[in-house]
């Protein structure tokens, strides 16, 4: 069993920037691809970002291309997504998760994953 813990979470201004951080509890997190997904009120969750074990492959929402950017570090068994240039309609709580597994050529599903964190809000004011 797999513990996520994500931090960094807040209240930001639009254009403004957030860090958030997942550390997970095992020293098996590198053999995990790691994820984001986010959900905003009365919406599904949907993907974010992923990245693989090795940082080697990395997937992105259209949504946040260029605006976010995922990576880890398996060292300290935690993953991280730096979101820059943040608007009003990223608003949603983000869940960090452990994938089973994550293919080159396309994005994960919530199927894919191993294991969920509890969630931080983050909320954009316009």
């Known amino acids: 069993q797999v513990q996520l813990v994500e931090s960094g979470g807040g209240l930001v201004q639009a254009g403004g920037s957030l860090r958030l951080s997942c550390a997970a509890s095992?020293?098996?997190?590198?053999?995990?691809?790691m994820g984001w997904f986010r959900q905003a009120p009365g919406k599904e969750r949907d993907f974010v970002a992923a990245?693989?074990?090795?940082?080697?492959?990395?997937h992105y929402a259209d949504s946040v291309k260029g605006r976010f950017t995922i990576s880890r570090d398996n060292a300290k068994n935690t993953v991280y997504l730096q979101m820059n240039s943040l608007k009003p309609e990223d608003t949603a709580v983000y869940y960090c998760?452990?994938?089973?597994?994550?293919?080159?050529?396309?994005?994960?599903?919530?199927?894919?994953?191993?294991?969920w964190g509890q969630g931080t809000q983050v909320t954009v004011s316009s």
């Open positions: 998760a452990a994938l089973a597994w994550l293919r080159s050529s396309s994005v994960p599903t919530s199927k894919e994953v191993a294991y």
């Open positions: 095992e020293r098996t997190f590198s053999t995990y691809p």
């Open positions: 990245i693989s074990r090795s940082s080697s492959i990395t």
